[in-house]
């Protein structure tokens, strides 16, 4: 089902390397969110966008970056500084119109293994 | 400073049995609270949210400001309702949601 897209699916780094997770959407959202799921840690924000160029840092910010430069995208950096980054990591869109606390929908997520 | 407690992990019930999943959340102004469930291999997903005061899937939750709570009720289990909810909280301009912990509900035939 598409409406917003995560890749890769699963994606293994080398100790020292950044990497790159893509985030994409075709649902004409304003607001992007960058999640990482650790078991029993639940869901924590690491960034977040409410319109294009511009973007918040969430609770867990430290070690990753991001860009707006697309509507549609919503990027996240995994850099070298992040001292525990791997997880799984869920992108999610809400729309802006209308009722504030729209929906978020969610992709279905990149599982990041740091070897 | 936003917070949201699920204090179960896990929660295993037999079918036709109900079903509590306890949310208590902390937050200075006006809450809007929000159940999400992520079944076995599917994506994470809104189950219901208070504002809407609906049943969805025979589930329903009641926020109660007194004491701070939007726990997630079901009068009898289904097995496919066995996944991991989870309890949100937003609040404030920013339009950020904050997520419980979690809790595997595992529904036993």
């Known amino acids: 089902d598409g409406g917003i897209t995560q890749s890769p699916k699963y994606l293994f780094r080398k100790e020292g390397q950044n990497v790159t997770l893509s985030c994409e959407q075709n649902?004409?959202?304003?607001?992007m969110y960058w999640y990482r799921q650790d078991p029993g840690q639940g869901l924590r924000l690491i960034y977040y966008?409410?319109?294009?160029?511009?973007?918040q840092k969430g609770d867990i910010a430290e070690g990753y970056s991001v860009s707006r430069e697309k509507k549609e995208s919503f990027p996240l950096t995994v850099t070298s500084a992040q001292k525990n980054p791997t997880a799984f990591y869920l992108c999610a869109s809400r729309s802006r119109r209308g009722d504030s606390y729209n929906e978020q929908f969610f992709g279905p997520g990149t599982r990041l293994t740091v070897l | 400073a936003q917070r949201v407690t699920q204090p179960e992990k896990l929660l295993s019930v037999f079918k036709g049995a109900p079903v509590e999943l306890k949310c208590n959340y902390s937050?200075?102004?006006?809450?809007?609270l929000f159940w999400y469930v992520q079944y076995s291999r599917q994506r994470l997903q809104l189950l219901l949210r208070?504002?809407s005061r609906e049943s969805i899937k025979g589930f329903t939750a009641d926020l109660n400001k007194g004491e701070t709570s939007f726990h997630l009720k079901k009068p009898f289990a289904q097995e496919e309702d066995s996944a991991m909810y989870y309890c949100a909280l937003g609040g404030g301009s920013n339009y950020k949601l904050t997520f419980g912990k979690g809790t595997l509900l595992t529904v036993n035939p």
């Open positions: 937050y200075s102004g006006s809450p809007e």
């Open positions: 208070h504002i």
């Open positions: 966008s409410q319109i294009v160029n511009d973007f």
């Open positions: 649902l004409n959202h304003d607001a």
